[in-house]
Every structure is written in C-alpha cells, then in structure tokens.
C-alpha cells in the first residue's frame, strides 16, 4: 500500500513524505476512522514522535487537513461525533449512523450524481454536493433494544 500511496499524492501534485503515507496506509481498510483511531494506528505516543517520519499530533492534524484539501480523502462529521475520515472519495455516497453504537456505513446515493438533492432556493451559491447521513439503529442495536422492551 505504501506504493499506491506514493503514487496517489504524486497524482495530486503533492510530495510524497513518510508522513503522509502512513495516514493514508492506516485509513486502507478503516473507513471512518477518527484522528485519535488514526494516531493509536500508527503508532503515535500521546505527544511524542513515532517513526512514521517524525508524526507529531499536530503533524497528523497537518497532514489530514493537506489529504482533505487535495481530495485524496474525504472528511465527515456527524452531529455529536469527532470528524472521521475515509479513503472513499469523488463518488456520490452518503453514510448510515447507528445512534447506539455510532457504526457508520457507506450507502451510494439512488440518483448517482451530485448533489443528489436540490435545495428549494440556490440563494446565489453554485451546488455541486448535498451530504446526507441517515440516523437509526443497526441490526445489532435494533434487537437490542427490542429484546430490552420485551
């Protein structure tokens, strides 16, 4: 992975460091991933330096705001919860949050384009993205919560 990484920063113009391919190698397989689950993945010490090319706390909040801007990752932020970040990024998709556990899950937009909804007024702006989340229950919570109400 770390080679795809290289090329995928190489790709957007940005320079390929130690530091920014660690954070996206952690997010391979983590979708949703919060900047504390990402730190703890990569090893960071809570204010120290790791070996990932010198990451501090601050470095990793550099590094995920650099990837967000070039698109290369995507930011979400549901009510209540910390900013969480994903690799899945220039499609149309919008996310399903359990309200029990906080498990978040993708789900592709049923028109395909975006944005997929459009606002009653434009209010001058030019829309190109509506970003939806879903609240509810998991399966798991859902029989949970029904087996407490028995």
């Known amino acids: 992975m770390d080679q795809v990484a290289a090329g995928m920063l190489r790709a ?13 190698v952690a997010l391979q397989g983590h979708p949703h991933s919060t900047a504390a689950e990402l730190e703890s ?4 010490a809570s204010g120290g330096k ?7 706390r601050q470095g990793l909040y550099n590094v995920l705001d650099d990837l967000t801007q070039a698109e ?16 899945r990024v220039g ?17 592709d937009c049923s028109t395909g384009q975006a944005p997929c909804l459009e606002p009653f007024e434009h209010k001058g702006f030019t829309i190109d993205e509506a970003e939806i989340i879903w609240w509810g229950l998991c399966e798991s919570c859902h ?8």
């Open 143 to 150: 029989s949970a919560r029904q087996a407490a109400d028995r």
């Open 41 to 44: 993945r990569i090893g960071i």
């Open 72 to 87: 290369l990752i995507r930011c979400i932020e549901p009510a209540g919860s910390p900013a969480r970040y994903e690799l």
């Open 12 to 24: 957007k113009g940005l320079r390929s460091t130690v530091q920014r391919r660690s954070v996206l």
């Open 91 to 107: 499609d149309n998709h919008h996310h399903l949050v359990c309200r029990g556990c906080g498990q978040i899950e993708d789900i």
């Open 50 to 56: 790791t070996s990932s090319g010198g990451l501090s």
